[in-house]
């Protein structure tokens, strides 16, 4: 039975509604799915969750249940004899899942059932005339089934950063968990000089956040309080899929679009370091999910420089810094794009720009500035304040910074996961700290700090396929590094400005991270965490150096992009497998 063209024209202005919701609600949209997704589950499989997975059964009848009745639809046959069919996917549902005992079996369920469900889906209502669409909502929907998989596979307390432990009434604990603790049963801040407890000097944003979070589960909905903290990953999941989200909305404002759209959305949705971000529990993805929303306000208002615009770069940079004040790094740039507009209007428009101006400073001036300015007022606690690292193993104190920078010996990458000294029973030093900041971010920006051959014991050929991992990243960095030059000198799809403001925050983000690496000399200073913007503009460049699909006639163009192309798709692939390997025991 053939489609009509009422049917297709209905089913057309369908699709189109759909995307037009998740567009003008993409955020909204991922936090529901996020919660949704995450908390039956209670944000991990280590211990058994019969909700979670009758949740997931429950996910799986629907869908497989409607895309049976589309298809028979279609097809022309009556909805009768989509019947058996429905009771066939979820005879074969119930049978999975009385195989599913273990962590490992609940993880590979979850990430089986998302990429399955995610194909299907794709497959079963694709439309050529919304090709970009489909594509892109194809690709967030398997890069969220990696995250999530990760992220239930990642407790609160494991490949985590200076979080400790989750402290009791009464208790000023230590660490992320610690400071969330605090605020939970104490409703305010540390109220005494903060230096001798560690993160306790971070603004309160993302633990405050997270305290009333912790308040509607355990306070409202009654949920077990260990069951509770590791609920807060919903958040921090959220927090980094609003980055990618961001991401793609950047990319779109310039027009990028096939290849050159798909593969900076390849990269940036499955690069590794927002995977791992969506699991941490502390500061970094509240604090780089507003960074990326000042930003995208930035590149919004530089093209229609509104109060509205300018008020939400305000309350971004505002609340990046009240959760983590090197999100004042965007401020420079964001300056820079704001003395170009007023200079090119300053005849005709400056009451107006002067007027917005001041609103962006009674915003963003008192939320990023109240608790350092408190603490400088109360303790005499610097507004730069750093907490020192006491002297252990991984110092680099005795090789000089010049030293660092120029050492690019191949002993350094024979082992692509990052080296860190360490001691054998006996208690004497075997191997070496990572010192060249270079090195060192380019494999924690694959592998972090925690996942190296140890996760791969018994599962060695991993490491064989990490080796291919890291260096097929590195290819792609030194492309988008090439990229962002190329880019910069050569006429593209953005304005001069607009180049000079990416350029100079990944300028800002880099030469920040060299200074750190200077001025504490530690291992953990050299952290792609404190670069993961850099992977968005370096995507964005890849794409704005590509030329526009008509003109790929030309062979060496068509096989660049195709190349490229390839080479994101296995970058992909092996991100996932490589973090969905990690996990498992």
């Given at each position: ?5 009422t049917?297709?024209?209905g ?6 509604r ?10 909204i ?7 949704l997704?995450?908390?039956p ?5 280590m211990e058994?969750?019969?909700f979670?997975i009758?949740?997931l ?14 298809v ?7 909805i009768k004899?989509?019947?058996?069919f429905t ?6 549902g119930?049978l999975?899942?009385?195989y ?8 590979a369920m979850?990430?089986?059932v ?12 694709y439309?050529k ?6 594509n892109c909502?194809?690709i967030f929907?398997?890069?969220f089934t990696?995250?999530l ?5 990642t407790?609160v307390?494991e490949?985590?950063?200076d ?12 660490g ?15 109220d005494?000089?903060y ?22 589960l ?7 309080m260990d069951k509770a903290v590791e609920s ?5 999941m ?6 990618i989200?961001?991401?793609y ?6 027009k990028?679009?096939?290849?050159a759209l ?10 590794p370091?927002?995977?791992f ?27 229609e ?7 939400c770069?305000?309350l971004?940079?505002g609340?990046?810094?009240m959760?983590k004040?090197s ?6 740039p ?6 170009v507009v007023?200079?090119r209007n ?10 917005q ?7 963003c ?6 608790f350092?300015v408190?603490s ?13 690292l ?6 680099i104190?005795?090789?000089?910074f ?5 050492d690019?010996?191949?002993v ?7 080296n ?8 004497a030093?075997?191997g070496?700290?990572e010192h060249n900041?270079l090195?060192a ?9 925690f996942?190296?051959g140890?996760n791969?014991a ?21 492309a ?6 190329v880019g910069?000198v050569?006429?593209?799809?953005a304005d ?16 920040n ?8 000399r ?7 965490r404190?670069?993961m ?15 526009d699909?008509e003109?790929d006639?030309?062979a060496?163009?068509?096989l660049m ?14 991100s996932s497998?490589?973090y ?6």
């Amino acid at each position: 039975m053939k489609i009509s063209h009422t049917n297709k024209s209905g089913t057309a202005d369908t699709v189109s509604r759909i995307f037009g919701f998740l567009s003008s609600h993409s955020y909204i949209s991922a936090f529901i799915a996020c919660v949704l997704a995450l908390l039956p589950f209670h944000a991990s499989v280590m211990e058994e969750s019969r909700f979670g997975i009758g949740a997931l059964f429950l996910v799986y009848c629907v869908v497989s249940s409607f895309v049976i009745a589309v298809v028979c639809g279609r097809r022309g046959y009556d909805i009768k004899v989509s019947l058996p069919f429905t009771i066939a996917a979820a005879a074969i549902g119930v049978l999975g899942i009385s195989y599913v005992r273990t962590f490992n079996q609940r993880l590979a369920m979850v990430m089986i059932v998302g990429t399955v469900l995610s194909l299907t889906l794709y497959f079963t209502f694709y439309r050529k005339e919304f090709k970009r669409q489909f594509n892109c909502l194809l690709i967030f929907c398997l890069s969220f089934t990696v995250k999530l998989t990760y992220v239930l596979g990642t407790t609160v307390y494991e490949r985590q950063h200076d979080v400790n432990w989750f402290g009791e009434p009464d208790e000023a604990a230590p660490g992320h968990l610690g400071y969330v603790a605090y605020l939970f049963y104490n409703h305010h801040l540390y109220d005494s000089d903060y230096r001798g407890i560690s993160q306790y000097c971070h603004p309160p944003l993302h633990h405050a956040l997270s305290a009333v979070w912790l308040k509607i589960l355990n306070g409202i909905f009654g949920m077990d309080m260990d069951k509770a903290v590791e609920s807060i990953q919903v958040l921090t999941m959220f927090y980094a899929l609003t980055i990618i989200i961001t991401a793609y909305k950047i990319f779109r404002y310039f027009k990028l679009d096939g290849k050159a759209l798909y593969i900076p959305l390849i990269i940036t949705a499955f690069h590794p370091c927002f995977t791992f971000l969506g699991s941490l529990v502390n500061n970094d993805a509240l604090a780089w999910a507003l960074t990326m929303g000042a930003v995208w306000s930035t590149v919004k208002w530089y093209k229609e420089p509104t109060m509205k615009n300018i008020v939400c770069i305000a309350l971004c940079i505002g609340l990046g810094m009240m959760s983590k004040l090197s999100a004042a790094l965007v401020a420079p740039p964001v300056a820079f794009v704001f003395l170009v507009v007023f200079i090119r209007n300053i005849k005709t428009s400056w009451k107006k720009y002067v007027g917005q101006f001041t609103v962006f400073g009674c915003i963003c001036a008192p939320l990023g500035l109240l608790f350092p300015v408190r603490s400088l007022i109360r303790w005499g606690i610097p507004l730069t304040y750093v907490q020192e690292l006491p002297e252990m193993d991984q110092s680099i104190k005795g090789i000089t910074f010049w030293e660092r920078i120029t050492d690019f010996s191949l002993v350094q990458v024979k082992n692509v996961y990052e080296n860190w000294l360490w001691r054998d029973e006996n208690g004497a030093p075997h191997g070496f700290n990572e010192h060249n900041p270079l090195i060192a971010i380019l494999k924690n920006s694959i592998f972090g700090e925690f996942i190296n051959g140890n996760n791969f014991a018994s599962r060695q050929y991993m490491d064989k396929v990490c080796v291919v991992f890291f260096w097929l990243a590195t290819l792609i960095a030194a492309a988008a590094f090439v990229s962002i030059i190329v880019g910069t000198v050569r006429k593209c799809k953005a304005d001069r400005v607009q180049k000079l403001f990416f350029v100079s925050f990944y300028v800002m983000l880099v030469g920040n991270l060299y200074m750190l690496s200077m001025n504490y000399r530690f291992v953990c200073s050299m952290n792609f965490r404190y670069l993961m913007p850099t992977v968005i503009i370096g995507a964005l460049f890849l794409g704005f150096v590509m030329p526009d699909d008509e003109k790929d006639g030309n062979a060496a163009v068509k096989l660049m992009k195709t190349g490229l192309l390839a080479a994101s798709v296995v970058f992909a692939a092996l991100s996932s497998l490589v973090y969905f390997t990690a996990i498992l025991y």
